[in-house]
């Protein structure tokens, strides 16, 4: 075994550890199941990176993102540490080779999905390897309590199972300790050493603003910021509307959303993490690996379902360590509609019951079948079909997935993965050979550029609008393409494919799982009734309110938050050089009263007059008859 020190500065040529980290490590190397609890940023990826290296053998990493996998076996790649990940769309014989690969290559990092875990061949192969640790990435996605819940994260148990003697790391940045105790015992970890660092962050300044033009605010805000920004907003719509209006107010930026291709989503994160554009408008589906350490201000216009997803999205914010701003805007009907979208809308037993009928009326399912049925789901026309309340019914049928009596895939519109199979020149011969595959798929080539990458999300609407050819006779071209083995698909024409897991018993099969179902609706409410308290609680320090929602029972004022602004005016000399520095700035781009300096900053009035004052007082501002400062 080498010392850890030595593999830390020969790998990644740092000279000390970051809190936490060495006493998760040396836990790991002990032998023992340990739990590394550390905020976004805090370095979790090293904490089971520097023990599999100082072991013999192979550590088998689950984690939830391909984007993220792809990051880390690349930086691991580029260290010249021997890495690999089994991600979806890879054809049988190729999965072969990679776990042959695993086997007899002295590989030091085999990264998978939970979903792959279910494969016999993956579970046979992993037998054979000298397993040296099984890491757990995001390990708070087993709890059914949390936000990221992913059922498929229940397979890692197989692990156990296969190497019983084996140490299990889980990584979390989340965890009330309500998930952390679910995420330990789901994980069947034994008496697992649980380290958890402080998830104060000290550099990062929460604010919260009632404001009835929050667009505006946002704007003044934005203006006066020199890094990156992350605007989350309520849906994928609004994405696209906040991203334009601000694009037209002067401010660059750009919009995420679940519903976009994955290929534009890596194109667009590559443009915000470059600077192309500086502000990125997102829904939530923004956010795990995400890890842009110049972000300057990560702004809500809306207000967050749980303190939870908050406190991540938020902590997007100066990774890097400098100062940072987290800004929640709300007003009065946004307290509302945060009720009516997430606590009115909750499905209760009675209405699951009638949800879980019609849903097995409408696939025509007969009393004690369908266990297993696969079928193409019309969302929409189903909920005009028996007149249903869509977010009822869209939260009903979350529901019935989230408790396994359904399985539901969403892929709005008609998308289909394609992934190529074969080399470029090959594919290029394969179509002089037919006109009509041709035309399809050099389209696709076209449109889809970096398609012989990955697997990727195709819009078939728009080949049909491209090539002036029917529906038909695309989806006919690709599977011909896929009999020739050129191509592998996923084809989906519907809104989502639904399969059924359990036989229909109707109302007994909702009651075996009422007890969860109000469990959960109660854990719901208690979120969002959090996020009010502290919206509306101006009285503790912001921070202080998040991290003891965390379990944290010590913490300090953190001086910098919008409450404690108000109450203690008393900045610290960092923050008063902050606050110079930006008046100064902003004064830059001409004359300003103290209204329009206040506006553009997040800071308390009270800071910003007496500011005003010690920068005339030292001769760099002036004042002119317009009550207007000016730099001098
Ligand atoms: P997390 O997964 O906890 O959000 P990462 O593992 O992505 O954090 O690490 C965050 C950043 O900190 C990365 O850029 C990483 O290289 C860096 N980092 C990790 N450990 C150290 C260390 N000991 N010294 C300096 N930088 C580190």
């Not at 952390?180 to 300044?205: G, H, Q, W, Y």
Request: net charge neutral.
């Amino acid at each position: 075994m080498t010392n850890v020190r030595d593999i830390l500065t020969k790998y990644w040529g740092y000279t000390s550890f970051k809190p936490m980290q060495e006493e998760i490590i040396n836990s790991v190397l002990n032998g023992k199941d340990t739990v590394a609890l550390l905020p976004t940023g805090g370095g979790k990826s090293l904490c089971f990176q520097v023990p599999a290296l100082a072991m013999e053998g192979i550590c088998i990493v689950v984690s939830p993102l391909v984007a993220l996998m792809g990051d880390q076996v690349n930086a691991l790649k580029e260290r010249g540490i021997k890495a690999l990940k089994l991600t979806g769309g890879i054809s049988f014989d190729e999965l072969n080779t990679l776990l042959d690969n695993a086997l007899y290559g002295n590989y030091k990092f085999l990264y998978l999905s939970p979903e792959r875990l279910q494969q016999e061949i993956v579970q046979n192969y992993i037998k054979q390897m000298n397993v040296n640790l099984i890491a757990v990435d995001e390990a708070h996605c087993i709890s059914q309590w949390g936000n990221d819940f992913r059922p498929a994260y229940k397979n890692i148990t197989l692990l156990r199972e296969i190497h019983p003697l084996i140490p299990v790391i889980a990584l979390t940045a989340t965890a009330t300790p309500e998930v952390l105790e679910d995420t330990i015992s789901e994980l069947k970890m034994e008496l697992p050493a649980v380290f958890k660092n402080s998830f104060v962050r000290e550099n990062l300044s929460y604010q919260v603003f009632k404001e009835e033009d929050k667009l505006y605010k946002a704007e003044q805000l934005l203006k006066t910021n020199k890094g990156s920004a992350i605007v989350y907003v309520r849906n994928r719509k609004s994405t696209i509307e906040i991203s334009e209006q601000l694009n037209s107010l002067g401010i660059s930026a750009t919009f995420f959303h679940g519903g976009i291709s994955a290929k534009e989503k890596a194109q667009k994160l590559q443009s915000w993490r470059s600077g192309t554009f500086s502000t990125m408008v997102a829904t939530n589906a923004f956010g795990m690996g995400i890890d842009h350490p110049n972000v300057r201000f990560v702004i809500h216009l809306q207000i967050p379902e749980s303190l939870e997803s908050y406190f991540q999205e938020a902590g997007r914010a100066g990774r890097d360590g400098d100062f940072a701003t987290a800004v929640l805007l709300y007003n009065e009907y946004d307290k509302i509609y945060v009720k009516q979208q997430f606590v009115e809308s909750l499905p209760s037993t009675s209405e699951l019951k009638k949800i879980y009928r019609t849903l097995n009326n409408y696939f025509q399912i007969p009393y004690g079948e369908g266990e297993f049925t696969k079928h193409n789901f019309g969302f929409s026309e189903f909920c005009k079909k028996y007149n249903l309340n869509t977010l009822l019914a869209y939260n009903a049928l979350n529901s019935l997935d989230r408790l396994a009596i359904i399985q539901l895939s969403q892929e709005f519109g008609r998308k289909s993965i394609v992934q190529f199979l074969i080399s470029s020149e090959e594919v290029l011969q394969y179509f002089e050979k037919d006109l009509t595959a041709s035309v399809i798929g050099k389209t696709i080539l076209r449109i889809y550029g970096g398609i012989f990458e990955m697997p990727t999300s195709v819009n078939l609407d728009l080949i049909v609008s491209k090539t002036g050819q029917s529906i038909e006779t695309v989806i006919a071209v690709l599977r011909k393409m896929e009999r020739d083995q050129v191509v592998e698909m996923m084809l989906q024409i519907t809104d989502a494919t639904l399969t059924f897991l359990v036989p229909r018993e109707d109302d007994k099969t909702i009651n075996v799982i009422s007890r969860e179902v109000e469990a959960l609706n109660r854990k719901k409410i208690a979120q969002v009734n959090s996020v009010l308290s502290y919206i509306e609680n101006t009285k503790t320090c912001r921070s202080v309110q998040l991290v003891s929602y965390f379990g944290e029972k010590i913490a300090r004022k953190c001086g910098i938050c919008s409450v404690c602004r108000t109450q203690n005016s008393k900045l610290s000399n960092r923050e008063m050089q902050h606050l110079a520095t930006k008046i100064l700035a902003l004064l830059e781009g001409g004359d300003l009263s103290s209204r329009e300096i206040s506006e553009k900053l997040t800071f308390a009035e009270t800071d910003i007059l007496k500011m005003l004052r010690l920068l005339m007082d030292a001769d760099k501002l002036k004042i002119n008859p317009k009550n207007q400062y000016y730099l001098n």
